[in-house]
């Protein structure tokens, strides 16, 4: 095996653990805020990382890349393994547990984007890789981002500010005005 055949298995498969475990935390996630207002975002959003998933892998066997299984089998792990943090609960979820999982989420996808850009630069050079096709892949990771950021600022503000008081008209806290110097 060539020194770039090599890196390319060991880059892809490393992406792909990376996409077993946020593929793994969409459905979790679906299934436990799947009825929030969350929900249909969060339901397109994880039919979309799967699918990404499946283009990777059509991408392995048109790159002659074989997958390393204890790869996969360590990311599902880890992503179990994540579940179990503090969050100021002894026995059930925090709602803390939602922002947690969008930045985690956030994080997988701008890391997918960055194998599509990778990719991208790659393919002047490389026959095999279909530029047409990673560029949409880009472009839909930066809309997943979006839309996480989008899920993420609404979580925040619902989990993080403060409720108005009985009888407050405002429904938006105002930021405390600064000391003069």
Do not use: C
């Not at 994880?46 to 991408?59: C, F, G, N, T, W």
């Not at 002659?64 to 880890?78: C, E, F, M, Q, T």
């Amino acid at each position: 095996m060539s020194g770039t055949q090599r890196r390319l298995d060991i880059f892809l498969n490393d992406h792909l653990a990376g996409g077993t475990a946020g593929a793994e935390l969409a459905r979790r996630m679906v299934r436990e805020h799947g009825d929030s207002p969350y929900g249909n975002e969060l339901r397109t959003l994880a039919a979309e990382i799967s699918q990404d998933r499946q283009a990777l892998l059509r991408l392995f066997a048109d790159l002659g890349v074989s997958v390393k299984r204890y790869k996969l089998y360590g990311a599902w792990l880890g992503e179990k393994a994540g579940r179990v943090k503090p969050n100021g609960r002894l026995l059930r979820r925090s709602g803390l547990s939602l922002l947690v999982e969008l930045e985690a989420l956030r994080l997988a996808t701008q890391g997918k984007a960055l194998l599509w850009r990778a990719l991208l630069a790659a393919a002047p050079q490389d026959a095999r890789l279909d530029s047409q096709r990673l560029d949409l892949l880009l472009h839909r990771a930066r809309q997943q981002s979006e839309t996480l950021d989008s899920l993420y600022d609404r979580a925040a503000a619902g989990l993080l500010s403060p409720a108005p008081s009985r009888g407050s008209t405002a429904s938006i806290a105002t930021a405390p005005k600064e000391a003069p110097s």
